[in-house]
């Protein structure tokens, strides 16, 4: 098989995984997969980002920009009320008349996001630490995007069943709970964090943030606009975020972290993105900062595709996102696999028999 057959093929399996929850994706996947012009424009893109999505985030950005007003009006997050006819015209169109261009962002972006909705993950984990500790959360977040996530404190939350906590807030996010999840009753006390990536996102960019909001999927128009006020949010005060690697910058960001509260790593479907061996040394890395601080380790990984996590799950095949708080006591570590979650944080099912 071509390397354009390969790539046809694995638009076609996009289309049938997308149309439950991207209904536009799905359909213009579908002609992708049967146009090898468009669908090979995808090889410009390095083999680690090869995927389906990257070319549609390069589409989208060029739809942010204002280049295809027709385009523009099949997506649910730019109309209230899309176009019914065909996109795929408009799409074809827009990939013949700008393939230069689109070719360049394949080549040299990569789909990158920052959904803040894992701050609803966070939150009843949080609250457990806080009162264990009785110190302020401070916060370092891996593979912080835009440091969207450090901003947690600053979201209100809809908690079905379980109610309201925070806010006001321009940003409100909702998620389902099921079992015993032991909800705040207030925000819970926290210092300033910091957030580390290897290539953040400074939120004062427009062209930057941009790319952010192509890589959001038009058919999830709520997380588009949810993301839309957190950048506003985040201009307001912007986020201590700084560039560097996992695992060569967490443990110095623990030590500053632990100056001014009890430190909380947080990873959220970022350390997916490591080898295994790469996750066994960030695991090996936290271990050693514990024999200097207590921290605590807040994760939302999809065990499946994090061999190297000492992640309790019910498989090794396991798929879903489990949330887990793994705590270092006097250098002791010890793992609590709290629940099941949603990847963007619309659902969390509590697993845990207590609340500890």
């Known amino acids: 098989m071509t390397e354009t057959a390969e790539l046809q093929q694995m638009f076609r399996e996009f289309a049938v995984t997308t149309a439950p ?41 060029l739809v942010l920009r204002g280049h295809a007003p027709d385009l523009a009006a099949h997506y649910p997050n730019l109309t209230d009320t899309p176009a019914a006819d065909d996109p795929w015209p408009a799409f074809r169109d827009l990939c013949h008349r700008e393939g230069p261009t689109i070719r360049g962002l394949l080549a040299t972006r990569h789909t990158q996001t920052n959904e803040i909705g894992r701050c609803a993950l966070f939150l009843p984990a949080f609250g457990l630490v806080a009162a264990q500790t009785g110190h302020p959360i401070t916060q370092v977040d891996v593979g912080t995007s835009a440091g969207l996530t450090l901003l947690w404190h600053r979201y209100g939350y809809e908690y079905e069943p379980g109610g309201a906590v925070g806010g006001p807030s321009p940003v409100v996010l909702p998620c389902s709970v099921r079992g015993a999840v032991p909800l705040p009753t207030a925000m819970p006390r926290h210092a300033p964090g910091i957030g580390l990536d290897l290539q953040p996102i400074d939120v004062t960019d427009a062209d930057a943030v941009r790319w952010l909001e192509a890589c959001c999927w038009p058919d999830q128009a709520d997380r588009f606009h949810r993301l839309e006020a957190a950048v506003e949010l985040a201009r307001a005060a912007p986020p201590e975020i700084r560039q560097g690697d996992a695992v060569a910058t967490v443990s110095a960001a623990v030590r500053e972290a632990a100056a001014h509260g009890h430190p909380v790593v947080t990873t959220s479907w970022a350390l997916s993105y490591l080898p295994e061996d790469g996750q066994r040394a960030f695991v090996a890395e936290l271990d050693r900062v514990a024999t200097e601080v207590d921290l605590s380790w807040v994760s939302v990984e999809s065990p499946a595709q994090t061999p190297g996590l000492p992640i309790p799950s019910t498989a090794a095949t396991e798929h879903l996102s489990v949330l887990a708080l793994t705590t270092w006591r006097g250098g002791e570590r010890r793992v609590h696999r709290l629940g099941t979650a949603h990847p963007h944080g619309y659902w969390l099912h509590w697993e845990a028999a207590t609340g500890r």
């Open 21 to 61: 929850r991207a209904p536009l994706y799905a359909r213009l996947s579908a002609a992708i997969a049967d146009d090898p012009e468009v669908a090979g424009l995808l090889a410009a893109a390095p083999p680690s980002q090869g995927i389906p999505v990257l070319l549609f985030a390069a589409v989208h950005d």
